[in-house]
């Protein structure tokens, strides 16, 4: 009596778990300046809620996993500049809200905070990457549609804090037409 073989090749269950857990550790690469982003809003939201120092947030934030890869300097000018000038950034953002800032969540409120702050402070940064930054961390870190809340208002923000940057982008003779030549 003769055994019948399959004619599929034996594979090895070493090289596709291996394989697989390769695909998986394979995550998007974050740059110093995203990370840094990252550590400033969960340093922001333990400021907002847990009211705790700056002194305590930053040495408690900088010992956390992962903060060696973040640009520690965009990190510092962030989350500091966003404690000392809170009151000037809640200003900025109030007018563009549709509620009390009592009823934005902190993360939403962190977010906003920093967006502004990028907009005002950080003019290295073009004003389409703070929006898309922000809008992404909004997404990762905040409620089912926070990031929808914040595009709003950082979208109302840019042109006050980057009038002449913004103005330059959304000129007519700026705007590209679509790849199959048919107007937009």
Same mark, same amino acid.
């Given at each position: 009596?003769?055994?019948?073989?399959?004619?599929?090749? #034996?594979?090895?269950?070493?090289?596709?778990?291996?394989?697989?857990?390769?695909?998986?550790?394979?995550?998007?690469? &974050?740059?110093?300046?995203?990370?840094?982003?990252? /550590?400033?809003?969960? +340093?922001?939201?333990? %400021?907002?809620?847990?009211? #705790?120092?700056? +002194?305590?947030?930053? @040495? /408690?934030?900088?010992?956390?996993?992962? /903060?060696?890869?973040?640009?520690?300097? %965009?990190?510092?000018?962030? /989350?500091?500049?966003?404690?000392?000038? +809170?009151?000037?950034?809640?200003?900025?953002?109030?007018? %563009?809200?549709?509620?009390?800032?009592?009823?934005?969540?902190?993360?939403?409120?962190?977010?906003?905070?920093?967006? +502004?702050?990028?907009?005002?402070?950080?003019?290295? @940064?073009?004003? &389409?990457?703070?929006? $898309?930054?922000?809008?992404?961390?909004?997404?990762?870190?905040?409620?089912?549609?926070?990031?929808?809340?914040? #595009?709003?208002?950082? $979208?109302?923000?840019?042109?006050?804090?980057?009038?002449?940057?913004?103005?330059?982008?959304?000129?007519?003779? $700026?705007?590209?037409?679509?790849?199959?030549?048919?107007?937009?």
């Amino acid at each position: 009596m003769t055994t019948s073989h399959s004619s599929q090749p #034996n594979s090895h269950p070493a090289k596709s778990a291996a394989a697989s857990t390769e695909a998986k550790s394979k995550a998007p690469v &974050r740059s110093g300046r995203t990370r840094a982003r990252e /550590f400033a809003i969960q +340093a922001l939201y333990q %400021h907002l809620v847990g009211k #705790n120092t700056a +002194a305590d947030i930053d @040495v /408690f934030t900088r010992d956390l996993q992962g /903060f060696s890869k973040a640009d520690a300097a %965009h990190y510092d000018a962030l /989350f500091h500049g966003c404690v000392t000038q +809170a009151d000037a950034l809640d200003q900025k953002i109030l007018p %563009h809200l549709d509620r009390p800032l009592s009823e934005i969540s902190p993360v939403e409120h962190a977010v906003m905070w920093l967006g +502004a702050y990028e907009l005002e402070h950080c003019l290295d @940064v073009p004003w &389409r990457v703070v929006l $898309n930054e922000y809008i992404e961390q909004a997404k990762a870190f905040g409620g089912t549609d926070g990031h929808k809340y914040v #595009n709003g208002v950082l $979208n109302k923000l840019a042109p006050a804090l980057r009038a002449a940057e913004v103005a330059h982008d959304k000129a007519p003779s $700026n705007k590209h037409m679509k790849a199959s030549g048919s107007p937009t």
